[in-house]
């Protein structure tokens, strides 16, 4: 791609914004390249290409913040779109009762790239046919136990490049390339349907299939489809020990926790899309969950979805530990948020692509793991419930009030699963689903997710994971 | 190095902020295609200008401007289909884009699909376009401070928001023959206020003309909705008849008319599946979907085949009355193109629920023990096939008891499935809003619905 001949004209983008009357001024080329292919019932949809290609340049003038971004790249639209980002936040300054100020974070000067073994770019279509066909002739006409009715299957490939410079020295050029796989199985049997979508997703080449063990995770996946249509029996009334697989641990970690403390919707910016948070800026210090409760952002992972290890404001990003033995201990910060809570940027700013502004957004969230194995977690438990996926789940907009409902899920009888159990419902608050966190097991796993936020939107992709994480005393209720 | 889309520069008739000449570059695309030899190829160009200032505890927080052009280029050979879109517009970088295109065929699978018809269709620009909205960036933030300002005299105390003006123009070249352009204005403003405790408001105004776009009266219901919203309660878990407001309406009627996507019902994420000629809503039900209807900004005169775009019944006298079709989903099904591609899925442009006679005073009237829902977000699906869904109010929520509103509600979620939804719909207003924000992607000119028996939950703990 062509990001790094485009330096020039990131650097023609901040002087022209500077010249303009810029206080602050940063430029990110970024560009996309993407090779999709998918299977419908087995059939061959039109194989999707993409390209995208452009710069944003994102400035403060007179106190506020203005941002414009063209895929017209050529020095004088550069220069032109600059200076329409500082007459816009001139322009909204009537409005403006707050400056924005950044903070003095350190600015990076790197090149960083996730690692790969088999370049993405080599992913062509026949190469995301076979994977897809390989997998599809694994579960298609009962194969796996279980007759599908419907079955999407689709898999990407994707290399994100872009070079970020600011008006406060930052240099950074990142590469990111990313598998991508997405499934809808549905499975109809006597009266009875389930469904389940599958997310997996890592940084990396065309490794990440077989690191993955992708065609076993969805063969695995349909087989649990089977199983579940004949689940029949409905979830205890009474309270009961509940265990979170990896997967509902994720989506909790990622949904109550992560949320919620992002610095930027405690500070009430996104309040009319995906809201605000129950936490104030004053909570940081709150005991919320058990001493057990322990749940963590950390965009280093390597390999993982959220791969992001210096952000989109030229920060390096570090691991954040949001809460810390039941406390709130951290939010995720951009670098106008930091200054706001008298802190540092903890590297949490991004932006899906060149047309986007960077906001405040987590990277690969989780539950930290614990001591017990897994066997142990299940000895814990006299009666209660194991929920390994789930299907439909929300959360409201302060992130206080949750739901969560499982499709393959267990019913366990002094430590042994015995049962299935049918779609029971964990519809709870934040606080007693962290503060009821009795132990957690020391084996991870992660899923990929796609999370939105933003105005204009942006889905981001994330990783969302954790062990399995036994609660105590909770209420189910049923579908 | 690729100089990319300013070449163009000067040969665009339309003027816009990025000048590219969109009939020029699906020329090019396509006469490209077709010296490869394809059966058929489309060439889609896209030029699209959108102003945004959003706001936060009454203060601005970022205003965006963004301008862009894309070309869509498709192509079918033997059975190989594939497509792609870039925004590197050199025509040299068009040229190499539609070869490679073409050379990543070879690996592909063949398919069962249906060619483009033979159809030589000429679109001409159908309206749509207000003049005034072409450069409202300036005056965006007038108007946001306009709606922030009557949130505070209606008893708001701090607004959030959104206002986006944008104008799109889309181009068409097919090797069929179909050629035209479309240009498309509209503003919305998307305004949320926030009073004592956990009281909110919500306010949407969206239009196609800026003579249609009221945002003292959307700020004036956030407001609103902010103080009547103070120590609001939490309901009793239990089923309610439930008035959903046009905002709630529209989203939950957007997944219906996915699932009347004829992709959706292939690929078993339809809860309308093998129900076609059926009552699937009460009998004063009606959903069409419309290319271009007076007031919407979501279609275009032609869909992404070159097919003219059209008014569809979905659902008519509360019979389900046909699916919305591309032409390859259409030879499957035997059907007709509804002008609704989506290369890959049919997908709705404008939707329009039928009014009905009654008002939003006697739908209140009528309501026994119920709810009054005015905003909601996070639906989502616990099964597309069956439609079992839930959903979480948020903003202006009330009790009504007797006919009476008695005061506000919070903490609650509504579940329900799709159909039985439908079929339990009792009134409908004749006053209807044209909603589109955050959680509703697709226009949707929507009455207030009274519906009967949805389940309302509480969290544990």
Known sequence: ?479 | MDRGAGDAAGRDKAGGAIGVDLDGLNSLAVRTAEALKVDDAVALSTRIAESMVRFADNSATVANRVDEAELTVYLAKAGRRAIASTSNLSPAAVKSFVKELYASMRGLPEAEYAPLPDAGTRFSQSGGVDKKLEGAEEILPELAKAAIDSSLAAGGERSAGAISAWKATVAILTTSGAKGADSRTAITLNIRSFGEGDASGHGLSCSSTLRGFDPEEAGRRAGEGARGMRQAAEPEAGKYEVLLGPTVASNLIETVAGAASAFSVDAGTSCLAGKLGEEVAAPSFNLTDHGVIEGGFGGRAFDDEGSRTRATKIIDGGVLRGYLHNLTTAKKWRSETTGNAGLIAPHPWNLEVGSGDSSYEEMVKEMKRGIVLTSNWYTRFNNYRTGEFSTVPRDGAYLVEGGKVVGPLKGMRAGDDQQRLLSSVRLLSKEREWVQWWEVDTPTLCPWILVDGVSITRAYG
């Open chain 1, 1 to 479: 791609m062509r990001v790094q001949e485009s330096r020039d004209l990131a650097e023609a983008g901040v002087s022209a914004a500077l010249k303009a009357g810029a206080s602050y001024a940063e430029a990110r080329v970024q560009a996309t390249w993407e090779r999709e292919f998918g299977l419908k019932n087995g059939e061959p949809q039109p194989s999707v290409f993409v390209e995208g290609y452009g710069i944003g340049i994102r400035v403060i003038a007179g106190g506020a913040l203005g941002f414009a971004a063209t895929n017209a790249m050529r020095r004088k639209s550069v220069r032109e779109v600059a200076a329409k980002a500082v007459r816009l936040a001139k322009a909204s300054g009537g409005m403006l009762r707050r400056p924005v100020v950044f903070d003095s974070a350190k600015s990076a000067r790197t090149s960083w790239a996730a690692p790969e073994t088999e370049k993405i770019e080599s992913a062509d279509s026949a190469w995301l046919k076979e994977v897809l066909t390989d997998i599809d002739g694994r579960v298609a006409d009962g194969r796996a136990g279980v007759k599908l009715t419907g079955r999407i299957f689709y898999l990407s490939a994707e290399l994100q490049e872009r070079y970020f410079v600011n008006s406060d020295g930052a240099r950074v050029a990142g590469r990111v390339p990313r598998v991508s796989f997405g499934g809808s199985l549905t499975a109809v049997e006597a009266g009875s349907a389930a469904q389940r979508f599958i997310q997996q997703g890592e940084t990396g080449g065309l490794e990440v299939v077989k690191r993955l063990g992708l065609v076993e995770k969805v063969v695995e996946q349909t087989e649990a489809m089977g199983r579940v249509l004949k689940a029949s029996a409905k979830p205890p009334r009474e309270e009961v020990d509940v265990v979170l697989g990896p997967e509902l641990s994720g989506i909790a970690a990622h949904e109550s926790v992560g949320h919620p403390q992002e610095a930027d919707r405690v500070l009430g910016r996104e309040g009319a899309q995906a809201g605000e948070s129950y936490l104030r800026p004053d909570s940081l210090g709150m005991k919320i969950g058990s001493d057990e409760a322990n749940v963590s952002d950390d965009p280093t992972l390597l390999h993982s979805n959220g791969y992001v290890p210096v952000d989109d404001e030229g920060v390096a990003a570090k691991k954040r530990s949001l809460i810390k033995g039941g406390i709130i201990n951290e939010f995720l910060q951009n670098r106008a948020t930091a200054r706001q809570f008298g802190v540092e940027s903890n590297g949490a700013a991004r932006a899906v692509a060149f047309d986007r502004e960077p906001i405040i957004r987590m990277a690969n969230t989780f539950v930290e793991p614990g001591d017990y194995s897994t066997e142990e977690i299940f000895k814990e438990v006299k009666h209660g419930v194991y929920f390994k996926s789930f299907t439909e789940w929300n959360i409201d907009d302060k992130r206080l009030n949750q739901r969560y409902v499982g499709l393959e899920a267990y019913l366990i009888d002094h430590g042994e699963l015995k049962g299935l159990v049918r779609s029971p419902v964990l519809e709870i608050t934040t606080p007693k689903l962290w503060g009821s966190v009795k132990a957690r097991s020391r084996h991870m796993e992660f899923e990929a997710a796609t999370c939105g936020k933003g105005d204009p939107m942006q889905g981001a992709p994330v990783w969302t994971g954790g062990p399995e994480t036994l609660l105590a005393g909770i209420r189910l209720g049923a579908r």
